[in-house]
């Protein structure tokens, strides 16, 4: 497909790499690989492939952003005349029929800018972390407020909202789509398959970094955009804050002034649990699963809020948070 290029961005991402590039370099002309200091011989795989190379340079900090900005403007230097770009994550296969149809849809949508489908997990099964992957990835279809790392993007909309934002270290696709939004796009979730993603999360201390890491998006976000009308992960960083950090502080001061009967309070959280694994549209295990890690990844959440805001109020370098 002529009009279509493609970056993936990887750091010792191995055989999954190698899956992601091998479905690519037979049905696109241009695939620029990013590498952020792989050290498993990422860079001469995507050689030996005949994939388009960018070594990122270490001396400034990686984060996903960075590299698929790099990657774009790379790709743009290969096909000047680029008219969608699709992004896609190292850990990721894309479907065989993702492109034409998500090319055909936006030949058909002027007004949308962004549009991406159904991403799912290779090895569900494999772990609850990666089944709780493959959950969070099954989002509505139709008209969305942003998209994850897999997606077909318009160049030209891309461009003219200067592409993501570097410095992010989580979050940043629906920080760039708050803009593409506020410039007048659209973001579209179409019900079709996209890619095969692989968490290989098989680890509780996995789960939650992985977690922390979404606190200090929400943090972030709320930063950036929190103002009305977007009040962008405005509701989610409150979330964390009383979910993860309000109740445990005040069970703390009841118990130093009730005594032990203060830990009543500690009550609300099975109760959230019940509450929320009563929500439909799942089998009964995956919701009572799902309700269960959604009250308890509060906790890591709220880690990295406190982790943002320490770096705000305490200038620092920005530490990317990895879960593998």
């Known amino acids: 497909m002529e009009s279509i290029g493609v970056v993936v ?84 296969e894309i479907d065989a029929q993702w492109l034409p149809t998500a090319h055909a849809f936006l030949q058909q949508h002027a007004e949308v800018a962004v549009v991406c489908g159904r991403r799912r997990e290779r ?95 929400y943090a972030e976000g709320a930063w950036l955009h929190g103002a009305a009308p977007e009040r962008h992960w405005v509701r989610e960083s409150r979330r964390a804050w009383v979910w993860g950090l309000g109740i445990p502080l005040l069970t703390l001061a009841a118990c130093l002034l009730f005594g032990a009967g203060g830990l009543a309070l500690l009550l609300l959280y099975p109760l959230q649990v019940l509450r929320l694994a009563r929500r439909g549209g799942l089998a009964p295990r995956q919701r009572r699963l799902q309700a269960l ?3 308890l990844g509060k906790f890591p959440e709220a880690v990295g809020q406190l982790k943002f805001w320490r770096q705000r109020l305490l200038p620092g370098k920005s530490a990317l948070i990895e879960y593998k």
């Open 9 to 92: 961005i990887g750091r010792n991402e191995g055989q999954r790499l190698a899956r992601c590039l091998r479905a690519l370099v037979t049905r696109v002309n241009t695939v620029v690989y990013v590498d952020s200091g792989s050290t498993d011989g990422s860079v001469q795989l995507a050689h030996q492939l005949g994939v388009h190379v960018l070594a990122l340079d270490l001396c400034i900090p990686f984060t996903a952003a960075r590299a698929r900005n790099e990657g774009f403007a790379r790709l743009h230097q290969l096909q000047p005349g680029l008219d969608m770009v699709q992004f896609v994550d190292g850990d990721c």
């Open 123 to 217: 090895f569900a099964q494999h772990s609850v972390y990666n089944q709780l992957c493959d959950l969070e990835w099954d989002t509505p279809v139709g008209q969305a407020e942003a998209c994850g790392g897999d997606a077909l993007m318009r160049a030209q909309a891309f461009a003219s909202v200067g592409g993501f934002r570097a410095g992010l270290i989580a979050g940043e696709e629906p920080e760039l789509c708050v803009r593409l939004r506020a410039a007048g796009w659209k973001i579209w979730r179409l019900d079709a398959e996209m890619t095969l993603h692989d968490a290989a999360m098989t680890r509780f201390g996995q789960w939650w970094r992985r977690s922390m890491r979404a606190g200090y998006a």
């Open 293 to 295: 890690f959604l009250v």
